[in-house]
């Protein structure tokens, strides 16, 4: 079974720093891309940053110069370094992997983690 995981969020000060975490657990043949998405109450979920298999990346204009998405490869994980933070970041932060579960799987599937709460807040 497939999990994603995310940690590393919290309640930090305008300005401020956090780096949060997606670790992909259990039986997969290879990930591809990986995202970060975010979801403010009532807003819809939206792209926040992506890497490829090949460590390319692409980000929100919002978050451009502010936030950098890298991944460990052998460790499955996917970063997120997110620095001068405004109230407006706050939200759930959800991580997706894109991958393919074994190596005859014709497509990629896509998985979800739980989110973790970004809070900006004085």
């Known amino acids: 079974q497939v999990q994603l995981m995310e940690s590393g969020g919290g309640l930090v000060q305008p300005g401020g720093s956090l780096r949060l975490s997606c670790a992909v657990s259990g039986s997969i043949y290879e990930i591809g891309a990986m995202h970060w998405y975010r979801q403010a109450p009532g807003m819809q979920r939206e792209l926040v940053a992506g890497?490829?298999?090949?460590?390319?990346?692409n980000y929100a204009d919002s978050v451009k110069g502010r936030f950098t998405i890298s991944r460990d490869s052998a460790k499955n994980t996917v970063y997120l370094q997110m620095k001068s933070l405004k109230p407006e970041d706050t939200a759930v932060y959800l991580c997706k992997a894109v991958l393919w579960v074994t190596r005859w799987d014709a497509h990629t599937s896509e998985f979800w983690g739980q989110g973790t709460q970004v809070t900006v807040s004085s």
């Open positions: 890497v490829n298999s090949v460590g390319d990346t």
